[in-house]
């Protein structure tokens, strides 16, 4: 499965629940971008590994009926690790961190990642999330569909080829992100 491919399930899957998506940074956030945009989508332009975090306090701020898909990379996972506690603890029913694993820094010119010797279904359940695999476009949108409609917390592993697709930049600037994005959660928690 292309990681661009992926991006569009989770983009329509989201969008089909209303959920919230945090997408990290790099081609990740550019190819959901042009796949799949919408205002519930927040691009992490930046900050390698925080989408988990990010998505972790929207999760906690939220009412428990508005879902939130964090999506991350292997590699901004591996440079986050330490969140995985903090979803231990609080253990939000509507957080669902996606892992968009392409065993690869992808973003920087495919320099291998350690993921392949990661078993992610332990460290997933060693962190009280429900673990969800995927690799193929009708095995992801079950899995997402799962994720998005039981209680969470859990962990969707998508397995995804390397490789970037031809996308261009994010054409919002960071404030436009944002501005956008808060209305349309403002908007969402006030139609539910
Ligand atoms: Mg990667």
């Given amino acids: ?3 661009v491919d992926a991006l569009k ?3 329509e899957e989201a969008d ?8 990290h940074l790099g081609f990740p956030a550019r190819e959901l971008y042009h ?20 998505g972790l306090g929207l999760a906690l ?4 009926d508005v879902e939130v898909l964090a999506v991350e990379g292997d590699g901004g996972l591996m440079m986050n690790m330490g969140i995985l506690p903090t979803i231990a603890q609080e253990s939000p029913p509507n957080y ?28 997933a359940k060693a962190h009280g999330m429900t673990y969800l695999r995927a690799e193929d476009e009708r095995s992801l949108r079950d ?39 808060m209305r349309a959660l403002e908007k969402r928690v006030k139609d539910r």
């Avoid at 701020?61 to 428990?64: F, G, I, N, Q």
């Avoid at 994720?147 to 054409?171: F, K, Q, S, T």
Wanted: overall charge negative; aromatic content about 6%.
């Fill in 61 to 64: 701020s939220l009412p428990d």
């Fill in 143 to 181: 899995a997402l569909r799962r994720a998005l409609r039981e209680e969470g917390p859990h962990m969707v592993h998508a397995v995804v080829e390397r490789g970037n697709a031809d996308v261009p930049l994010i054409d919002m600037t960071p404030h436009e992100i944002i501005s956008r994005f």
């Fill in 35 to 54: 796949v799949y945009d919408r205002p519930l989508n927040f691009y992490m332009l930046g900050s390698m590994g925080q989408s988990c975090s990010v």
């Fill in 9 to 11: 399930v989770v983009g």
């Fill in 1 to 3: 499965m292309r990681r």
């Fill in 16 to 23: 089909s629940e209303d959920a919230v998506v945090v997408v």
């Fill in 96 to 123: 669902s961190l996606v892992l968009v694993d392409n065993s690869a820094y992808d973003t920087t010119g495919g320099q291998p990642t350690p993921s392949e010797r990661i078993d992610w279904k332990s460290v």
